[in-house]
């Protein structure tokens, strides 16, 4: 039993920790994913908000980040590709301004010029007047007004006269503020009523409603609304809320939702609201901690409440656990292989597909600049001794199964029709067909993993017909690039990607008779990639080069927009050339070349050790991805050592099943480690 005041201080510590644990070692967070990608800028200033006054190293670091990726414009934005906005800046500049680093002139300049007389300020200054972005806004306002009162470009009577001015007369009668930026009005009304303190607290038409909200994210908000109200009674009710919401790390649940409005909707009526929630947590985090800062000297200290050992009160409601690596990940692989592993195949399996050299799993690794751990692999499921179709059937209800423990039911039932046409075509395969269903799962740190199926394309599958019965469209870019690759080479595989809230996605591969740059230009060219073929050439230094791989197996895949139809990503795919190097020497040099492109090893050196036990893992294949927004990254893939399924087993040995969880409990260990 300790006091309410105490209990908040330890949840307050431990949700510190957990930004702490999460920052990159560059000095960034990133969180929230739109289709242009996670938010760096944005998310750090915010994150740092939070630790400034606690941690201030973590600050430093956090600073240096901002101060060396500060926009050519002279101010910040969401991320790196695009445009520097206002809320963006204008969190950057308090953030500098509470660590002490001085706040650059041009993003002085670059935030007024975002200020619209008599209105307020808008989001972004483009010079298009049907863009909406390009409105004013409550929320905007208000961090722009505190940003510029933070650099003393504002005094506090400046602050309350544009207080009066742009926020006071928009207060709903239940004492809020709606944003345009966010689906509810909680957080534009947290910012406001910081605008409100610092102003001096001058006369409101309305009383502010407090009480918890259905997620942590509104209840951190209203407590910081409760604590500048100095409603001591709420402001407990509230804490007292947020602690039972903590969760065992320190962080709390990921549910502050971004909404992104059409930016021409009266132009392109097909634009549609995208919703996105902070995955990693961040965003929510940090709200929390600032939260239960600004609550402390108001909360009891005669107060008991109970709390458990971690540190946090117990929940108030149930929810799934967050950090699926360490909870989901040995249920789920178990899942995915009970068939596999049932006692009757003798490994390596001459029957399963030549790209694995017989053996059921793959694991492969990242080139993220993240520290966050991730585990990723491929599972060939199902009956593996049975005929095509029946094994391929047996595949699809192991997904189900699957599915049934991640809760994506709705991302199947929209895939199933496509499913079903494509599992038809495998009633004529060739009785010695090996790859046909393959099953993937990417765990990323704390998100919930997706879940990936792999389909051989047969003679008699239609791509189009396959893509319209899911209602993914094929745009007639899309389908110029195809008629390339057709020419090229063959479709071979095609990917579907199925995650929480019914979402989905869709991957298609060639296979090509070698590395083509000619081809890969004109397919990016068509795409309308910023990017050219040498951002995806598969060459990697003392390993494998160019020339080679242009004679040597490679492939082509594209990942299409569901909702557009247009190709969003290019991958290219290579083979490494086998028995040539020990597989640590081709380790090393893959490492050199990771981090010589400016990404993390960190991921790929972990899962080679990992896979050492028995011997050293192979190196099998490797991609090269770049998006439409200009982002890029690596994977790297690898092999178990076929010890792991063949020393001293029999075909009817079941220690197999027990060898290969052990290889993912390592995994996991190590990349948490």
């Not at 007024?112 to 905007?140: K, L, N």
């Not at 918890?212 to 407990?236: Q, R, Y």
């Amino acid at each position: 039993m300790i006091t309410l005041r105490a209990a908040a201080a330890v949840a307050l510590e431990k949700g510190l920790e957990y930004l702490c644990a999460a920052q990159d070692e560059s000095g960034c967070w990133t969180d929230f994913c739109l289709p242009v990608g996670a938010s760096d800028a944005w998310v750090t200033a915010f994150a740092g908000l939070a630790l400034v006054e606690r941690y201030p190293e973590n600050a430093h670091r956090a600073a240096a980040w901002l101060t060396a990726n500060v926009q050519p414009s002279g101010g910040w934005g969401y991320n790196g590709s695009v445009a520097a906005d206002a809320d963006s800046t204008a969190f950057a500049m308090l953030f500098l301004s509470g660590a002490g680093r001085p706040i650059p002139p041009a993003a002085v300049r670059l935030l007024w010029s975002h200020y619209r007389p008599s209105q307020g300020f808008a989001t972004y200054s483009f010079d298009d007047p049907e863009h909406q972005w390009t409105y004013p806004c409550h929320d905007v306002t208000a961090s722009a007004l505190l940003a510029l009162h933070a650099s003393r470009e504002l005094s506090q009577a400046d602050l309350r006269r544009h207080f009066d001015d742009f926020l006071k007369s928009y207060q709903e009668p239940d004492g809020s503020w709606q944003g345009y930026w966010w689906d509810k009005s909680s957080y534009p009304t947290a910012l406001v009523f910081e605008v409100w303190a610092a102003a001096g607290k001058p006369p409101l038409m309305y009383r502010p409603s407090l009480s918890p909200a259905n997620t942590s994210f509104d209840t951190a908000s209203s407590a910081m609304i409760a604590a500048h109200w100095g409603d001591h009674s709420s402001v407990e009710q509230l804490v007292d809320h947020l602690l039972r919401s903590q969760q065992p790390d320190g962080a709390w649940p990921g549910d502050a939702r971004l909404r992104v409005e059409p930016s021409h909707p009266n132009r392109n009526p097909y634009q549609r609201t995208i919703i996105a929630s902070d995955r990693r947590r961040i965003f929510t985090t940090a709200q929390a901690t600032r939260a239960l800062a600004r609550a402390l000297p108001l909360l009891s200290t005669e107060r008991l409440v109970i709390r458990r050992s971690t540190g946090a009160m117990q929940t108030a409601r149930p929810s799934l656990p967050i950090n699926y690596l360490h909870s989901n990940a040995l249920p789920l692989f178990e899942c995915l292989t009970r068939s596999t592993f049932d006692g009757r195949t003798e490994w390596p399996a001459p029957q399963l597909s030549s790209l694995s050299g017989g053996v059921p799993v793959e694991f492969s690794a990242g080139t993220s600049a993240s520290n966050s751990a991730e585990l990723r692999y491929t599972v060939d499921a199902g009956e593996v001794q049975a005929p095509p179709h029946r094994r391929a059937a047996s595949a699809l209800r192991t997904a189900n199964e699957a599915i049934g423990l991640l809760g994506y039911q709705q991302a199947w039932e929209r895939l199933q029709p496509a499913f079903d046409l494509l599992l038809e075509t495998y009633h004529t395969a060739a009785p010695a067909t090996r790859f046909l269903i393959w099953i993937g799962v990417d765990h990323a740190g704390f998100e919930p993993p997706s879940l990936k199926l792999y389909f051989r394309l047969l003679p008699g599958a239609d791509l189009w017909e396959v893509a319209q019965s899911a209602g993914l469209p094929i745009s007639s870019n899309s389908l110029h690039v195809f008629d390339l690759l057709h020419k090229a080479g063959f479709a071979q595989e095609l990917g579907f990607g199925l995650g929480p809230q019914g979402r989905v996605g869709l991957k298609i591969y060639w296979e090509l008779p070698g590395w083509r740059r000619n081809l890969v230009d004109q397919i990016l060219a068509i795409a309308q990639f910023p990017a050219t073929a040498g951002a995806l050439c598969p060459e990697i230094p003392l390993v494998l080069r160019e020339s080679l791989a242009a004679k040597s197996r490679a492939g082509i895949s594209v990942r299409l927009d569901t909702v557009t139809g247009d190709i969003v990503e290019v991958t290219s795919t290579a083979a490494f050339i086998q028995h040539m190097l020990p597989g640590r020497v081709i380790a090393d040099r893959v490492d050199r070349w990771i981090a010589a492109n400016g990404w993390n090893p960190r991921h790929h050196r972990r899962l080679f050790d990992a896979l050492s036990g028995h011997g050293d893992p192979t190196h099998t294949l490797f991609t090269r991805t770049v998006s439409r927004a200009g982002d890029m990254r690596a994977t790297i893939y690898l092999r178990p050592p076929a010890a792991i399924f063949t020393s001293g087993l029999k075909p009817d040995d079941t220690n197999a099943h027990y060898l290969a969880q052990d290889t993912i409990n390592q995994t996991k260990e190590r990349t948490y480690s």
